[in-house]
Nanobody
Framework: QVQLVESGGGLVQPGGSLRLSCAAS????????IGWFRQAPGKEREGVSS????????YYGDSVKDRFTISRDSAKNTVYLQMSSLKPEDTAVYYCAAATNATPRLFVANMRIRSYDYWGQGTQVTVSS
C-alpha cells in the first residue's frame, strides 16, 4: 500500500505562483509514476503533469505547458508541482496519484486516470483577485 499526502494549496492572485508537494509513504519502491491531476467544479478530472520514476521523464498537459514544472526529491519521497503564471482557470482541487511500476510508460505519460492506483485527498488551489 502507498499513502499520498498533498500540501501547498491556497489562494493566489492571477499571475502568482504556488508549489504543491506530494509526500509518498509505504511501498514506494513499487511505484513507476506520479501524476498531478485537477478537478474544477462541474468538470471532469484532468491530467496536469506526470513524472515517470523509472527514467525521470516529465509530461505536461497542453494548458499548463511552460507554466508548471514537476520535479521530485527521491530522498524525501516527495514530488513537487511548481505552478507559475497562474490563471483563474487553474482553480481546482489538485490531486496527486501514483501508478505502480507495472504500469506501461505510455499510460504514465498520457496521465491515464484509471492507471493510477493510489490517490491523495486533494488540495484546493484558488486563483482570484
Amino acid at each position: 500500500q502507498v499513502q499520498l499526502v498533498e500540501s501547498g494549496g491556497g489562494l493566489v492572485q492571477p499571475g502568482g505562483s504556488l508549489r504543491l508537494s506530494c509526500a509518498a509513504s509505504g511501498f514506494t519502491s513499487g511505484l513507476g509514476g506520479i501524476g498531478w491531476f485537477r478537478q474544477a467544479p462541474g468538470k471532469e478530472r484532468e491530467g496536469v503533469s506526470s513524472i515517470d520514476l523509472r527514467d525521470d521523464k516529465t509530461y505536461y498537459g497542453d494548458s499548463v505547458k511552460d507554466r508548471f514544472t514537476i520535479s521530485r526529491d527521491s530522498a524525501k519521497n516527495t514530488v513537487y508541482l511548481q505552478m507559475s503564471s497562474l490563471k483563474p482557470e487553474d482553480t481546482a482541487v489538485y490531486y496527486c496519484a501514483a501508478a505502480t511500476n507495472a504500469t506501461p510508460r505510455l499510460f504514465v505519460a498520457n496521465m491515464r486516470i484509471r492507471s493510477y492506483d493510489y490517490w491523495g485527498q486533494g488540495t484546493q488551489v484558488t486563483v482570484s483577485s
